[in-house]
Each structure stands twice: as structure tokens, then as C-alpha cells.
């Protein structure tokens, strides 16, 4: 069983910067591709970011390319999402999710995830 905490969430300003945290625990992190996905008010969840297990492939939303980073720390067991040139419409829970294997974009090929972390992005 994996436990995924975020971090890092606030309120900034459009074209500001926050960068998440998400710390995993209970299994063999370096085995997993994590990923970033995030859910507004009223709006399904949707993808943003994915690593895999190694680090050296990712994979970003359409929405998010060129402005947000994912990257992992496999000794620390920590994946974070650096975000810049944050927009008004990047306002969501920002949630974290792990699944054993090959690098995945869907909410059904998750097998754990985190709580979330509230991003606000005032205009």
C-alpha cells in the first residue's frame, strides 16, 4: 500500500509560480510513474503531468506544456510539479498518483493517490 501526501498548494497570482510536492510511503517508489492530475470545481479530473519511473521520460497536458515541470527525487521518494506562468484557469485541486509500471495518462490506470492540494490563481 502507497500513501501519497501533497504539498505546496496557496494562492498566487496569474503568472506566478508554485511548485507541489507529493512524498510517498509504504512501497517501492522507484518502481511506480507518478503522476499530476487536477480537478476544478464542477469539472471532471483531468491529466497534467507524468514521469516515469526512472525520470527521463515525461508527458504533459496540451494546457500545461512549456509551463509546468514534473521531475522525481527516487531517493527521497518525492515527485514534484514545478508550475510557472500560472493562469486563472489552472485553478484546481491538484492531486498525485502513483501506478506500477509504464507511464500512463488516465485516471483508471492510477492505482493510488494522494488527498490533493488546493491551487488558487487569482487574476
Known sequence: QVQLIESGGGLVQAGGSLRLSCAASGGTFSGYAMDWFRQAPGKER?????INWTGKRTIYANSVQG?????????????????NSLKP????VYYCAANWG?????TGAMEYWGKGTLVTVSS
Do not use: H, P, W, Y
Not at 483531468?46 to 507524468?50: D, G, L, R, S
Not at 484557469?89 to 484546481?92: I, K, M, Q, S, V
Open 89 to 92: 484557469e489552472d485553478t484546481a
Open 102 to 106: 509504464g507511464i500512463a495518462t488516465t
Open 67 to 83: 509551463r509546468f515541470t514534473i521531475s522525481r527525487d527516487n531517493a527521497k521518494n518525492t515527485v514534484s510539479l514545478q508550475m
Open 46 to 50: 483531468e491529466f497534467v503531468a507524468a
